[in-house]
């Protein structure tokens, strides 16, 4: 029995476990998955973004009086005072919102997270898909009523409290480390992965026409329909992971104790050491990453380039598409590489096409920095792989709620320190911030290059005492 091949979920050939203990997954027979979870929650996030940011720009412009730089003719280098007002005016409310919904959502993760390893996934997955639907609702009713940016906030915090996008995210995770075998999880989590880059494509390119046609709203109207509809799927749909399912308080702090020892606790092969640079690596990735995104839009607005609603709509479709072209790289690479090369590469794409972005100031150099991050997005996939092979089954929840505590951490430092440094930097270079991010992704780089060399030295250590 623990020769036999074990046949993963959405795979069309057996794998065979990397190590000769015998893997045991939860629910092997499990076949629908949490692909459409994803793809829903962030369609409904990648459609509301750059609306959002657009809405906020249109609207404090109205504030200060500035007409836009299209009216006064984009060629125009000489920067227009107002314009740099609405652009500040228009990072800092960003910040403030996103700051507030960061900080309820680490809390509300770090407690949903861990609870999922007792009772369930499905619990976690509905949370806070509900809670990005009163978010939408909450946005509604500021467009709708006119009403002041600064109550965009409450929405956040709403959705925030269920554990926001994040919390999705970590039970996605968790839910494909259950039923994935080791072999196997690297390219699973990269499906995830490419759900998102996806359906962002698709949400980019309809936000961006919508838009235009319409306004702001009805595409709004939209984002609230898909998240009932994200709650309804995982409600009917999907099966639960987890199969010996126990009752568990959710507010203890015996969930915060299990994410602490699982840091504390001593454990072979360096597991610790091994937890903590990972999980630095993918809060410097996340963050530049989450950073730059951040400021695409904006970046985009201004002049130079002075994009539409409809080049916007692009650009970000290019964005998510790498999502997509790092799965297909990644599928490809494994043939002939380990992961950790497969991560390295995936970095220095990423790397280069920030370098080009942050010199752009026509169309073509901007969407050219866009290609040269095709395979941008393969980094994240290894890594979340590898810190799930590092943690028994039974710790996935209490993993992947602190993979989500650091992403939120990293999309919050994102937040504030590139929507500081862009306006700080709009006197002499508009791209810095894209420049700064790529020098920032060469210490993930030394990370991932480091462990992988300690770890062959020391495989390499042991043969020579065997031999």
């Known amino acids: 029995m623990a020769d036999s091949p074990t046949l993963d979920p959405g795979l069309d050939s057996p794998t065979l476990p990397d190590s000769p203990e015998v893997v045991v997954r ?19 996030v990648a459609l509301q973004g750059p ?52 900080l309820v959502g680490l809390f509300s993760v770090m407690l949903l997270g861990p609870w999922s390893d007792s009772v369930g996934r499905r619990p976690v997955l509905i949370l806070p898909a509900f809670g990005m639907a009163v978010q939408a609702a909450v946005y509604l009713t500021v467009m709708y009523q006119k009403l002041h940016v600064g109550y965009f906030l409450l929405g956040r915090l709403l959705s925030g409290l269920t554990g926001d996008f994040n919390m999705i995210l970590a039970g996605c995770f968790s839910y494909i480390a259950d039923i994935s075998d080791r ?164 970095l220095l794409s990423n790397i280069s096409g920030l370098i080009v972005i942050s010199f752009a100031v026509t169309t073509p150099i901007m969407f050219s920095g866009y290609g040269f991050r095709f395979f941008a997005m393969a980094t994240t996939p290894v890594v979340r792989s590898k810190l799930s092979k590092l943690v028994d089954e039974t710790e996935q929840g209490s993993l992947f709620a ?41 210490i993930p780089a030394a990370i991932i290059g480091l462990i992988e060399l300690c770890e062959t030295h020391r495989q390499y250590s042991n043969f020579a005492e065997d031999s």
């Open 183 to 346: 072999r196997s999880r690297t390219f699973r989590v990269a499906i995830l992965e490419a759900c998102l880059g996806i359906s962002g494509m698709f949400a980019s390119i309809i936000g961006g026409q919508w838009s235009k046609a319409q306004g702001y709203i009805n595409p709004f109207w939209l984002v609230f329909t898909v998240n009932l509809a994200t709650v309804a799927y995982i409600t009917i749909c999907v099966p639960e992971s987890v199969k010996e399912k126990k009752p568990a308080k959710l507010f203890t702090l015996c969930h915060y104790k299990s994410v602490y020892q699982l840091f504390t606790v001593p454990a072979v092969n360096r597991r610790r050491c091994k937890l903590f640079l990972y999980l630095l690596t993918l809060f410097l990735v996340v963050s530049v990453h989450m950073g730059a995104k951040d400021l695409f839009v904006i970046y985009e607005l201004g002049s130079p380039l002075c994009w539409g609603s409809e080049l916007i709509g692009y650009g970000s479709a290019a964005e998510h598409l790498t999502y997509l072209s790092s799965l297909v790289g990644l599928r490809l690479l494994q043939i002939c590489l380990q992961d950790t090369w497969v991560a390295e590469l995936g």
């Open 26 to 44: 939860r629910c092997p027979r499990l076949r629908v998955s949490v692909e459409p979870v994803l793809f829903l929650a962030m369609f409904s």
């Open 402 to 442: 602190s993979v989500a505590c650091v992403e939120g951490l990293s999309s919050l430092v994102a937040t504030g320190l590139f929507n500081a440094l862009y306006p700080a930097t709009l006197s002499f270079m508009r791209g810095f911030p894209f420049l700064f991010g790529a020098m920032v992704l060469l």
């Open 51 to 102: 609306l959002y940011t657009q809405y906020l720009w249109e609207r404090l412009s109205e504030d200060v009086g500035y007409n836009g730089t299209r009216e006064r003719g984009c060629g125009n280098q000489s920067r227009d005072s107002l314009e740099e007002e609405v652009q500040t005016l228009t990072s800092h409310w960003s910040l403030y919102i996103n700051l507030g919904g960061f």
